[in-house]
C-alpha cells in the first residue's frame, strides 16, 4: 500500500516564528515530492517541488528532503497571519504522473 | 494564458440525478487529472488523460462515473444516477511536466 504520512495537526505557531511541516512516504523509489497550500474552501497551490536530496529555498520556503529516510519538510520562516492554511504533501511513487498524497497538516498562525 | 477552470463552481443534484462537471485545462497542457476531495482529507485520484487518451481510470470509484476529453483539451466528468456519497469537491489538474495545477474544484452536493 503506497502512503503519505503528515500530523494532521492543528500545528500552532507564533507570527514571525518558523514552521516545521513534515510528511513520510512508503516507497523508497519515490522520485518527485510536492507541497501545495490550500486555504479552506479553495483549491490546492503548488509551492514548492524538490526531485534531489538536501534543501531547495524559494523566498520564505524551504522544502528538505531525505531519500534514505523516507521525509519530506516544508519550513516556513517568518510566518504570517496569511500562512494559515492546510498544507498538502504530495509523492510521485513509481508512477510518471500519478500523485499519492497525505491527507494535509493545519498550520495556524497566531497574531 | 489563464489558469484551469471549471463549471460549474456549485452543483446540487438530488439524487439520482446525472450530472456533468467540466475542466478546462492550461493552454497546451497534454495532461489532465481528476480528484476527488472530501472534507479534510487529501485530493483522492480518478483519473487520467494524455492528450485524449484516457491512460489510467482506475480511480473512478463506480461505473456511474464517465470521464472524456475528446480533443485533447476540455474534459467532462459525468456521473450518472448520483448517490449522497458522490457528494465531494471534484478537482481538475492540469500539467506539461511534473507540476500538477488545480482548477477551483465543483462542489457537488446530492441531496
Known amino acids: 500500500q503506497k502512503e503519505v504520512e503528515q500530523n494532521s495537526g492543528p500545528l500552532s505557531v507564533p507570527e514571525g516564528a518558523i514552521a516545521s511541516l513534515n510528511c513520510t512516504y512508503s516507497?523508497?523509489?519515490?522520485?518527485?515530492f510536492f507541497w501545495y497550500r490550500q486555504y479552506s474552501g479553495k483549491s490546492p497551490e503548488l509551492i514548492m517541488s524538490?526531485?534531489s536530496n538536501g534543501d531547495k529555498e524559494d523566498g520564505r520556503f524551504t522544502a528538505q528532503l531525505n531519500k534514505a529516510s523516507q521525509y519530506v519538510s516544508l519550513l516556513i520562516r517568518d510566518s504570517q497571519p496569511s500562512d494559515s492554511a492546510t498544507y498538502l504533501c504530495a509523492v510521485n511513487m513509481g508512477s510518471n504522473y500519478q500523485l499519492i498524497w497525505g491527507a494535509g497538516t493545519k498550520l495556524i498562525i497566531k497574531p | 494564458g489563464a489558469g484551469v477552470s471549471q463549471s460549474p463552481r456549485y452543483k446540487v443534484a438530488k439524487r439520482g440525478q446525472d450530472v456533468a462537471l467540466r475542466c478546462d485545462p492550461i493552454?497546451?497542457?497534454?495532461?489532465l487529472f481528476w480528484y476527488q476531495q472530501a472534507l479534510g482529507q487529501g485530493p483522492e485520484f480518478l483519473t487520467y488523460f494524455q492528450n485524449e487518451a484516457q491512460l489510467d481510470k482506475s480511480g473512478l470509484p463506480s461505473d456511474r462515473f464517465f470521464a472524456e476529453r475528446p480533443e485533447g483539451s476540455v474534459s467532462t466528468l459525468k456521473i450518472q444516477r448520483t448517490q449522497q456519497e458522490d457528494s465531494a469537491v471534484y478537482l481538475c489538474?492540469?500539467?506539461?511536466?511534473?507540476?500538477?495545477?488545480f482548477g477551483p474544484g465543483t462542489r457537488l452536493t446530492v441531496l
Open positions: 489538474a492540469s500539467s506539461s511536466d511534473n507540476e500538477q495545477f
Open positions: 493552454s497546451g497542457h497534454v495532461s
Open positions: 516507497d523508497r523509489g519515490s522520485q518527485s
Open positions: 524538490i526531485y
